[in-house]
């Protein structure tokens, strides 16, 4: 899949099954749709989610991987920020009594994980 994008001139992302496509017209974005569906379903016997498929400007913000991509900005997207300090009181309530020591070592690999994976956000 990646090889023919590349050769139709498609600039991709793709991570595992998620997948954007870069165009620089809505009508080169459809497309693209188009051309990608008829690759993944008759060429690799996929099957494409329509329900998630879909054409979005960047100006208006771009959803993928938990992370929200603009023309000028990228950040978390605001419903993984409360998972994530919904995780963290989760795990503040079950420490009372314990050692800070104790508390830091329980809290930095959620804390870790959640800083790497999102690193390149603003």
Known sequence: FDQ???NRGHRIVRYADDILIFCRSRKGAENAL???TKILEKELKLTVNQAKSHIAHS???VRFLGVEIGSRYT???AKKL???KRKLKQMRKRNGGKPLTDVIKELNPL???F???FRIAN
Do not use: H, N, P, T
């Open 59 to 61: 100006k208006d913000g």
């Open 34 to 36: 188009a051309q990608v």
């Open 4 to 6: 023919e994008m590349r």
């Open 111 to 113: 804390l870790r994980g």
């Open 82 to 84: 409360v998972e994530f």
């Open 115 to 117: 800083s790497q994976y």
């Open 75 to 77: 950040r978390i997207q």
